[in-house]
């Protein structure tokens, strides 16, 4: 009976954890919007600890911050912590797609080929069509013959931190068809196993996605004065 109730925690922590990142991707919860632990507590009929616990893994995959004296609230949204985002997706996601083409079976064409057809039948206005899965799938099968254990790990955690950026600003300010054109060209590149297309397609589909988010957050936060994107450049 000890080790049920020991091994019951971290479970519970997680759920609490994959309810709460629910709400913060779909925005649910706003950005800098305080997160009651009490409540959360009583309304799950749990103690305040598990909930502790959620928002901890939360903390860690900079969703939530913690505000001395205020307490744990959801993450702000800004244009760098978005540009440093799409700078490492490019960085770590162009050059894994570039070594993927020469990688490619014909089970992985055809697993690309199936992911975009699931993400193009999806609907990103209907929570659960699946589209936001799909979308990670259709990049994940891209990628995936070049991957690793840890780049696994830290795109996960960029895509999701992209994600929640795109659905705040990009499903009212983006085009779909654009973003699904690209995503056609992507899987052809990929079925021709040509590498330095493949790259200059998805360096090229990120940069785009960044502009519309870009556009949209400047949209949405007009009382906000935006400084000119620095001129950074992509190889550091």
């Known amino acids: 009976m000890n080790m049920k109730r020991l091994n019951r925690r971290p479970l519970l922590a997680e759920e609490i954890a994959a309810s709460l990142r629910t709400s913060i991707l779909n925005g649910d919860l706003r950005p800098g919007q305080k997160i009651a632990v009490a409540a959360i507590a009583r309304d799950m009929e749990v103690s305040h600890i598990p909930v502790r616990e959620a928002i901890q893994r939360l903390e860690a995959e900079s969703l939530v911050t913690t505000i001395p004296h205020q307490g744990p609230v959801v993450a702000d949204v800004n244009l760098e912590d978005l540009h440093d985002i799409y700078l490492l997706r490019r960085l770590i996601e162009g050059d894994a797609a570039r070594r993927a083409a020469s990688l490619y079976s014909d089970a992985d064409i055809a697993r690309i080929r199936d992911c975009l057809e699931k993400l ?108 000119e994107k620095s001129s950074r450049s992509d190889d550091v």
């Open 120 to 227: 193009l039948d999806a609907d990103p206005q209907f929570e659960e069509g699946g589209f936001w899965d799909a979308h990670r799938a259709f990049h994940h099968a891209i990628l995936q013959p070049a991957g690793s254990a840890w780049s696994a790990r830290i795109l996960n955690l960029l895509w999701q931190s992209a994600e929640r950026y795109h659905r705040l600003y990009t499903l009212v300010f983006g085009s779909l068809e654009t973003a699904h054109d690209e995503h056609r060209a992507l899987a052809e590149a990929a079925a021709a196993r040509d590498g330095e297309k493949l790259y200059h397609l998805l360096t090229t589909h990120l940069m785009h996605t960044e502009e519309v988010v870009t556009n949209g957050y400047r949209e949405v936060h007009p009382e906000i004065e935006h400084p």
